[in-house]
């Protein structure tokens, strides 16, 4: 049942991007990472770290999330199998569009809410659209906002 419900998911976002275009999904991607920040906010969870780690824990992933200094935190999440909750399996293709129209946007909105305070930018070295393994990595660069 639950893969059922992530490729009805996949494949409505798909619809999205096709009818809408890339920035449909973009706008509603960052403002469900900014409510989902502001409840994590409410339950007392406001550093990256940890509204990262829980957030990545709803997808029934495990994180590491390793702060290199006061501007990079490296970020390798592990799903159980080689598929992503948010784009599904194996398609290089449709990689880059689910990461600029979905992933990234949502974790954006999601750090703007939790922290504001910082500018937000990062590197993918893993997905696993591209790579057909069960890993996810970036490298996540926070700027001081002025």
Sequence with gaps: MTTDALKFFQAYIKEMIDIGGKNLPKTISAGLGANLAKIYKDKGISDIESGLMKSYRVLDATARINRKNDKEIEVKIKHRKKFCPIGGKHDPDKAELIQNSICIPYTVGFLNE?????????????CIL?????HCHYTLYLEKRE
């Design 114 to 126: 939790l922290a504001p305070q910082f500018k937000y930018r990062w590197d993918i070295h893993e």
């Design 130 to 134: 591209e790579t057909h393994n069960n």
